[in-house]
């Protein structure tokens, strides 16, 4: 076996000869490695692991090597010592009364191995696992640098760290999520390749700019290799290493893996994703069955019928004669006149926008504003008005002015005089007190010139207000309300039109959301259905031969193409958008020809995207003989500003009592399946970067940015195996690739370097002492033979990590008392061959969460979600953390959940050696100072906890000091008081109360160092 004796002092190269040569020995093959290009000897980390390690026995190991070194291993711990070592190696907390009482009640000879077999099973031991991976990968909850703002969906990344630890999933499968995680259906895993500082704020000078970015692509190229091989592979950004047969070229290799990895928020799956897509798929087809149905009680396009809105905010239509004192607001809801009232059967819907003009108390019969329609003709008239306040006139005065010159009054005739105070339809009852529109009232049919204007005028009556709002013009005898479609939905829309045999259909947009290019997800033209009840066949899909053209396509978009607009597909990446700004023009032509009578298509059918809606637009079809038909257009629909929310653009101004009723139920149901469907795909949001094509990459002479030589193909560190993408290989793929290299390629380094890891959570030092570095400038083994037997072993129980962590503990060297002998401490006084359990201060999380455990304070469940803030709530847009003062149930979750603070520490406990989250960080220091003493003592958050202890105590035996005293001890240091403490407890309690023993007790040596 490889064995070094302690007191050996050889050269790094006598010493791995040595090893190759003892390996040897043993019948392990001494292959040879890649070398630097120097010539150096080969490495022992990058040798391959022998499988047959796999069942060696640790302890035989470990006790050769203390034998060579005339050591001997320490007595067995006791069995308190042993649970209490358990369960703070493993989870992080004490064990509980419970867990205790059970512990010493089972005698069988294997109750550790049933204890340590629950605690590898259960979430406490993900959470503890998880802490340590978030310190090795500079995890933080904020961006860092001199805003340090937040980043509020990190945490998802940490949930699935504790997740994945629960579920024990492979190790190399856990490798392979937080490389590619989009790719293997693990979303959030890839806040690894994001989880370190982000330099946010953007230089206007471009070699900073470019300096900023390529620090971005060095720190994940960084923390890849120190996390997974050990390997300190950010040492090649400027020159080939110093030290291990790592190259430049390397460096920038795995670079290119990166290059298309950006910081930010990205949309993830959730766990349910695929339960998720089949109700979305069910839900889909049942909107597209609802929207069909509700159509059908739509009144088909009337082409030439122009239905004309005048809204009093539209400068275009509407001009104020005095300054309008303000603006009357619908409140949300569906009531009539609310903002959101869908109208009835006689009543039209909101078409106010959600608000109205008003002037307090004008002059009596004064002119307030004026509409100019510009039309001529003869036209049925609808006046509304803000209606609902007592304050409001009741004889305000509309007129027509036929010449529209205001100046001369002979022309003048009243059209209606209005009570404000009430609706349109009257009434009589309690004013509600509150801003409603007040629906539509027809003053009748009148004669238009081009110039006339429509005139509100205040009453006769002084000391009231006026309100104006949305007039409505149409062709006359339509009926108690005018006739207009539904305003135009960027998630779907439907013209219906006599039925026509075509052989082609036109969409032709005349007017776009913002004027910008439009967008057409899918245009589906509608067969007319051989029966009622059969679905109408789609004769524009792809699938049947149908072929689009468009006056332009949207250049270098892999998106938005013609071929998208009838390829059955839904969903803004499948949709079609030209290059023309504000109008264009798209063509299906059919198959064969067909008896059409309807088209339906939308912005985008999922509902994300409303910017490039088409507000204005005509369709035609083309006949047999070639000529081009118009058939339907938004002339004859609600004015898509004039619509304030959703709920008043589903239905028509009119309908028919009958018709009213059946698409209320119809509008109700699509309603509901909207909101779900909105849920369904509104998914969560992680930190957990966005990926980009990728940009060439390049040798950077001396690592900087400004001065590129060669282009360099994605790969990774080629002496330990080589990984040769091609130049054009896309983002994920390179990703992908490196994670599987890491896996299978570099199986045997990733095995040793995790398994170390391990090794060091329950040693306090790894068997390599740095952990994040296994090359020729880092630590050599202390027990080599033993890393490979682990490494082995794992590898062989298909990468559990619980497999590692059970075989360590069972093993005499974990087992043995923390207590040596003078003469061995004084031959290992670093404790690297183990002739006693190591000792050692536990980090910072587990004595904060001790306390809060031993005060009954600890909130375990609900576990995860978005973290808890140990400083001061501050929105400033430079942060600044000032610690709490106070602490709330929400800050007595276990200290994993804490909203880590990059460059900040933990108020109370950051001084037991925190990481600051600026660097990896694999494993923690143990100072001593005197501000860890102050903490412990004086810090509001410990005076809490001891607070919450005593009053524990009290309330668990009222007036009984012994048994507060022995309760104490229990819940502390699970045992029991001896005589001599119990009295100087006691003395304690009786001098300075019981919070002073709890303060006393948090302090003490046994509650902050692992036995």
């Known amino acids: 076996m490889w064995r070094l004796a302690p007191t050996l002092r050889f050269g790094r190269r006598v010493i791995l000869s040595l090893l190759l040569v003892a390996g040897s020995a043993v019948g392990i093959p001494a292959q040879e490695v890649a070398a630097p290009a120097r010539g150096t000897a080969p490495h022992w980390a990058w040798r391959p692991v022998d499988p047959r390690f796999a069942g060696a026995d640790l302890e035989s190991l470990l006790e050769s090597a203390r034998r060579a070194a005339g050591l001997r291993r320490s007595a067995p711990a006791d069995r308190a010592t042993l649970l209490r070592r358990a369960h703070l190696v493993l989870t992080g907390l004490p064990p509980t009364a419970t867990e205790v009482a059970a512990a010493r009640a089972d005698d069988s000879p294997d109750w550790l191995g049933r204890v340590v077999a629950d605690l590898l099973a259960s979430r406490r031991h993900a959470e503890r696992q998880a802490q340590h991976w978030l310190d090795l990968v500079r995890f933080a909850d904020t961006n860092g640098f001199e805003t340090n703002t937040p980043r509020p969906s990190a945490w998802r990344y940490r949930d699935w760290l504790i997740d994945s630890f629960h579920r024990d999933l492979p190790y190399d499968e856990f490798v392979v999520a937080q490389l590619a995680g989009d790719q ?71 670079e290119a893996v990166f290059a298309g990895v950006q910081h930010g928020e990205r949309e993830v799956r959730p766990a349910d994703d695929s339960a998720r897509r089949a109700r979305l798929t069910e839900l889909a087809a049942r909107r597209a069955e609802l929207v069909h149905r509700l159509s059908r009680h739509e009144p088909l396009a009337a082409v030439g019928r122009g239905v004309r809105f005048l809204d009093d905010e539209d400068p275009a239509s509407a001009e104020a004669l005095r300054p309008v004192a303000g603006h009357g607001e619908n409140p949300a809801g569906t009531a009539a006149g609310q903002r959101d009232d869908p109208g009835d059967a006689m009543r039209a819907p909101n078409l106010s926008r959600g608000r109205y003009s008003w002037w307090r108390e004008p002059p009596p019969s004064t002119d307030l504003m004026a509409w100019r329609p510009r039309v001529a003709g003869r036209f049925e008239l609808w006046v509304s008005w803000g209606a609902g306040f007592a304050t409001h006139a009741s004889d305000a005065e509309w007129q027509l002015d036929l010449d529209g010159d205001l100046d001369t009054l002979d022309d003048r005739r009243c059209l209606a005089v209005v009570d404000q105070q009430h609706p349109a339809g009257g009434g009589d009852g309690a004013l509600p007190g509150e801003p409603r529109w007040s629906g539509l009232r027809t003053v009748g049919a009148i004669e238009l010139h081009l110039d006339s204007r429509i005139v509100l005028r205040s009453g006769a009556a ?79 899909s792809a699938s049947l031969g149908a072929v689009a053209t468009a006056s332009s396509e949207y250049a270098d978009n892999p998106f938005h193409k013609i071929a998208h607009a009838n390829d059955d597909r839904a969903g803004n990446p499948y949709s079609w958008i ?10 299906i032509d059919f198959a064969v020809p067909a008896v059409v009578d309807s088209v339906e298509w939308a912005r985008d059918a999922e509902g ?137 390629d570099a199986r045997d380094v990733l095995a040793r370097v995790v398994v170390n890891r391990i090794w060091q959570q329950h040693f306090g030092v790894g068997l390599v002492a740095t952990p994040n570095d296994f090359g020729r400038a880092g630590a050599e083994p202390s027990h080599p033979e033993v890393l490979d037997a682990l490494a082995a072993g794992l590898i062989a129980e298909g990468w559990s990590l619980r497999s590692v962590h059970r075989r360590i503990v069972a093993t005499p060297t974990w087992q043995q008392a923390s207590l040596a002998s003078a003469e061995d401490r004084a031959r290992d006084g670093g404790d690297r061959l183990l002739s006693r359990y190591p000792s050692r201060r536990l980090d910072a999380e587990s ?103 005593a009053a524990r105590l009290a309330a668990e035996a009222p007036d009984d000091r012994p048994t507060q005293v022995a309760r104490a001890f229990e819940l502390a240091l699970q045992r029991a008081p001896d005589h001599d403490e119990a009295l100087a407890a006691l003395d304690l309690v009786d001098d300075h109360g019981l919070p002073a023993l709890c303060r006393a007790l948090f302090n003490a040596s046994e509650f902050v160092f692992l036995p």
């Open 578 to 587: 030209p290059s023309e700004r504000g109008r264009a023009w798209l063509q």
């Open 608 to 744: 994300r995207y409303s910017d490039r809606l088409a507000t204005r637009y005509r369709i035609e079809v083309r006949e047999p003989a070639g000529a081009w038909r118009e058939v339907a257009s938004s002339d004859d629909r609600i004015p898509y500003a004039a619509v304030a929310t959703p709920a008043g653009q589903r239905r028509p101004v009119a309908l028919g009592l009958s018709l009213a009723s059946a698409a209320h139920a119809l509008t109700h149901e699509l309603a509901e399946v909207d909101a779900e469907l909105g849920a369904l795909r509104d998914l969560p949001r992680a930190y957990a970067g966005r990926f980009t094509p990728p940009p060439t990459t390049h040798r950077l002479h001396r690592g900087d940015p400004t001065q590129p030589r060669e282009a360099v193909a994605p790969g990774a560190v080629a002496a330990l195996a080589r990984l040769e993408l091609a130049p054009d290989t896309p983002e994920p793929a390179r990703r992908l690739a490196l994670a599987r290299w890491l896996t299978v």
């Open 184 to 254: 293997v259906g693990e979303d959030a895993a890839t806040g690894f390749l994001v989880a370190g500082p982000w330099d946010e704020v953007k230089s206007p000078d471009p070699r900073l700019t470019a300096e900023q970015r390529s620090n971005e692509l060095a720190d994940m190229v960084g923390v890849t290799g120190t996390t997974f091989l050990a390997a300190t592979v950010g040492c090649a950004r400027c020159h080939d290493h110093k030290f291990d047969p790592i190259t430049q070229r390397d460096f920038f290799a795995m």
């Open 462 to 540: 002084a000391s009231a207000a006026v309100t104006a709002d949305v007039l409505v013009l149409a062709p006359p005898g339509d009926g108690p309300l005018p006739v207009a479609r539904p305003a135009v939905r960027a998630d779907g829309n439907v013209d219906r039109f006599a039925p026509r045999y075509a052989t082609a259909l036109r969409f032709t947009v005349e007017e776009t959301l913002g004027g910008i290019e439009p967008c057409v997800d899918e245009l589906r033209v509608l067969e007319v259905a051989p029966e009622p009840d059969v679905s109408p066949r789609n004769v524009a």
């Open 847 to 949: 004595i904060r969460d001790g306390m809060l455990a031993a005060s009954g304070e600890l909130v375990l469940e609900p576990a995860g979600g978005p973290g808890f803030d140990v400083f001061a709530p501050d929105s400033n847009y430079v942060r600044v953390y000032l610690p709490r003062t106070t602490f709330g149930p929400d800050q007595l979750r276990r200290a994993v959940y804490a909203k880590r603070i990059r460059m900040e520490r933990d108020p109370t406990f950051g001084v037991f050696d925190c990481p600051d989250g600026a660097s990896s960080a694999p494993s923690r220091g143990r100072s001593t100072t005197a501000l860890q003493a102050f903490s412990l003592l004086n810090s509001p958050f410990v005076v809490e906890r001891a607070a919450a202890f």
